[in-house]
Structure formats: C-alpha cells, structure tokens
C-alpha cells in the first residue's frame, strides 16, 4: 500500500516556474514506478512525466518536453516535478500515482495509487 499526497499547487504567471512535490509513505516507494498526471476543467486526465525505478528512467508528455523535469529521492520518499516557463494552458489540478508495474507507464488505468491533487493556475 501506498498513500500519496501531493503539494506546492498554485497561482504563477505564465513564464514562471513551480516546484510539485509528493510525499509517499509506505516502506516499498522505491520499487514503484511515479508519473505525473493532470486534468483540466472538463478535460479527461492526462499524462505529464513518469519515472521508473528501475533505472531512474524518465519519460514526458511531448507538450511538456524541455520545461518539465521529473525526479525522486527514495530516501525521502518523495516524487517531485519542477515545471519551468509555464503556459496559461498547463493550468489543471495535478496528481501523483504509483504502481509497483515496470515499463512505460502512461494511462491512468496503468496507475494503482493517487493522491488526491494539487492546483496550477497559470494566468496570461
């Protein structure tokens, strides 16, 4: 089992930046694979970035590729995601989820643990 909470959500002007965290617990953290995922006010949810943990190898959504970074610290059972030169159209709730599965995770139904979302509001 893993709980997943998520912080650091919200209001930036566009072209600034924001820093996401996720604070796991549970002992295994370090054997689940961490994405990122948004949903926008009538928007099906949406994948962000994922970073396996076998390897530590990452992988983004192409709208966000050279402005977002994925990263972890196991020890500090923590996911984080540091979103640079934000667009008024990256404004959605965010969500955390994990899943103890292997391989390019990138669909909601892939993802076994959520939390429960943080807010970015990017104005113009």
């Known amino acids: 089992q893993v709980q997943l909470v998520e912080s650091g959500g919200g209001s930036v002007q566009a072209g600034g930046s924001l820093r996401l965290s996720c604070a796991a617990s549970g002992r295994t953290f370090s054997r689940y694979t961490a994405d990122w995922f948004r949903q926008a006010p009538g928007m099906e949810r949406e994948f962000v970035a994922g970073?396996?943990?076998?390897?530590?190898?990452?992988y983004y959504a192409d709208s966000v590729k050279g402005r977002i970074t994925i990263s972890r610290d196991n020890a500090k059972k923590t996911l984080y995601l540091q979103m640079n030169s934000l667009k008024p159209e990256d404004t959605a709730v965010y969500y955390c989820a994990a899943s103890p599965k292997v391989g390019l995770l990138n669909r909601p139904e892939d993802m076994d643990y959520w939390g429960k979302g943080t807010l970015v509001t990017v104005s113009s």
């Open positions: 970073i396996s943990w076998v390897g530590g190898s990452t």
